[in-house]
């Protein structure tokens, strides 16, 4: 398989608490990327973080990337259950080729 | 807002039959893709198109998959004949890779059960 790995594989929280979800690619890459998915839908795109950033942030969410580690993580502030879907990272390599992880599956409990 | 559309949302086939699945992108958007994702798992590219040309379909099974996009718009993924191993979610997706964005925008998915 040529997908990422992402950590942990599923997450439950409170209403309020914060959402931390880690991603982890094998190649270099020019930008990674997070994506949503509510149960049997189509995947939204939520925030890039490109290969020479470090942080990010895009209101409740804040990226962060570490290129030596190949890893990224995903923060949810102040959780909501509209929050509750499955989260996937997503690592653009040279060559056009987005590679997806596994998956984060997110239950916000209200 | 622009979508993606895909056709059906969902499909029963029975193995050994031959099933389709189409796909029309956000206008303008030059590269289209095709993803097979199974239940619990991230979605896997099966091919990539850059207008009609394809770019990658190295995890596509070539001797039962294919798909086209004749005129560089929209685009078609056919199966025959189908296994039970295909019963999956096909997504496709599109996206405007000029400059440095490389958002894609997903359809809504077709869900294959194969019996």
């Known amino acids: 398989s040529q997908q990422g790995e992402e950590d942990p594989q599923a997450l439950s929280i409170q209403e309020g608490e914060n959402a931390t979800m880690n991603c982890s690619y094998k190649?270099?890459?020019?930008?990674l990327q997070w994506y949503r998915q509510n149960s049997g839908r189509g995947l939204v795109h939520l925030i890039l973080?490109?290969?020479?950033?470090r942080e990010k942030h895009s209101g409740r969410l804040r990226v962060t990337l570490d290129t030596s580690k190949k890893s990224s993580s995903l923060l949810i502030t102040a959780s909501r259950a509209a929050d509750t879907a499955s989260y996937f990272c997503?690592?653009?390599?040279?060559?056009?080729?987005?590679?997806f992880g596994a998956g984060t599956r997110l239950f916000v409990k209200a | 807002e622009a979508e993606v559309a895909q056709s059906p949302r969902y499909k029963i086939t029975e193995k050994s039959q031959a099933v389709a699945f189409w796909c029309d992108p956000i206008?303008?958007?030059?590269?289209l893709y095709w993803y097979r994702q199974i239940l619990g798992q991230g979605p896997e590219l099966l091919v990539q198109f850059q207008d009609e040309s394809v770019v990658d379909d190295s995890q596509l099974p070539k001797d039962r998959f294919s798909a086209e996009r004749l005129k560089g718009v929209d685009s078609t993924l056919k199966i025959q004949p189908a296994e039970l191993g295909d019963s999956a979610m096909y997504l496709c997706a599109s996206s405007n890779q000029g400059g440095e964005s490389y958002e894609q925008y997903f359809g809504p998915g077709t869900r294959l059960t194969v019996t």
């Open positions: 190649t270099s890459i020019n930008n």
């Open positions: 973080i490109r290969s020479n950033e």
């Open positions: 206008s303008g958007h030059a590269t």
């Open positions: 997503a690592a653009h390599t040279g060559g056009f080729k987005t590679i």
